[in-house]
Structure formats: structure tokens, C-alpha cells
């Protein structure tokens, strides 16, 4: 079981986006029992809240359903998950600065280092942007989710 914990700042757009792609690749694929998949936030100012509307509307025109409600992270999540995956560098830094131990911090990897076919090193944040920052995340999220994917099968053998 590879338990996979997605971290944006709000988390209500990048890893929530993140976790329904993960979530759709791994059911596509049938390996449901064998991943945990989850997403929080760095900030806890949208708790409790669905993801936002324009992310969600972005979602749907690609065939995803996002569900998930934004929690921040806990220190606890470094037990809880074996990879936590920031979306750009001011996240890898937080969450550098929250982790408990050494071995957590070996826990924490960057999304964009997943990507394929993209050559870039952040997922860029959409908040403040228009319709094309939205496609954009999903579009890149989409080429790392499935480079992730294939790196853990690979780790197992199964590739
Ligand atoms: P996210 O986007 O980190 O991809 O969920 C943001 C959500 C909320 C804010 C910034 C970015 N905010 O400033 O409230």
C-alpha cells in the first residue's frame, strides 16, 4: 500500500485537482487497493470548504469529480503517508519547515519532478489568474500524476 498525501497551499485548486487525477489513473488501472489518496493544505483559511468553483468547472470539462474538502496538513500526516507532494517551492520549503524529523522530510518530493512531457519545475497557482490557468494545472498534473504513477509501479516491479 503506497499512501499518497498531495499538498498545495489553499486546497482548493492544485491538490485537490492532483488527488482526482491520481484517483482516476489508479482506478483506470485497477490498483485501488493498492494507494491511499489524499490532499491537504499549508493554510487553513478555506477548512471545511469544497473545492473551488472555477477548479471544479475546469475538473468536469475533463471528466473529474472533485469532492474533496481543504484541510491543512498535520504533523501526524508525516506518519500517516509514505510521499508528500508539493506543488511548487514555497511548498517544499513549508512543508521542509513542518516535518518532525529527518525521516520525515524524505517524504516530501515536488509534482513537476513526475512530469513527462512538461519542462518545468512548479505547478503554477491558478487563484489569482483566469480560464487558462485552471486548463494548465489540470494539464500538467495530468503528465505528472501518470509519470508518479508509473515510477511507483516501477518501484514494485510491476512495470
Ligand atoms: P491552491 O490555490 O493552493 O492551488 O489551492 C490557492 C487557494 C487559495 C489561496 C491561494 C492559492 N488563497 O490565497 O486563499
Known amino acids: 500500500m503506497s499512501r499518497i498525501l498531495f499538498i498545495c497551499l489553499g486546497n482548493i485548486c492544485r491538490s485537490p485537482m492532483a488527488e482526482a487525477v491520481m484517483r482516476k489513473l489508479v482506478k483506470e488501472r485497477g490498483l485501488e487497493a ?11 483559511y478555506h477548512e471545511g470548504e469544497g473545492a473551488d468553483p472555477r477548479m471544479k468547472f475546469h475538473a468536469k470539462r475533463h471528466g473529474y469529480l472533485l469532492t474533496h474538502i481543504s484541510r491543512p496538513v498535520r504533523e ?33 518530493v515536488r509534482m513537476t519532478d513526475y ?22 494545472v489540470i494539464e500538467i498534473l495530468e503528465d505528472a500524476c501518470e509519470g508518479l504513477l508509473e515510477e511507483l509501479e516501477k518501484l514494485e516491479g510491476k512495470v
Open 115 to 136: 512530469c513527462r512531457t512538461h519542462v518545468i519545475d512548479h505547478v503554477p497557482d491558478p487563484y489569482y489568474g483566469g480560464d487558462q490557468g485552471f486548463e494548465n
Open 34 to 44: 493498492k494507494y491511499e489518496i489524499d490532499s491537504a493544505g499549508l493554510i487553513s
Open 76 to 108: 501526524m500526516d508525516f506518519d500517516l503517508f509514505d510521499l508528500i507532494v508539493s506543488m511548487d517551492d514555497s511548498n517544499w520549503e513549508r512543508l521542509h519547515r513542518l516535518a518532525p524529523t529527518v525521516e520525515a522530510e524524505t517524504k516530501i
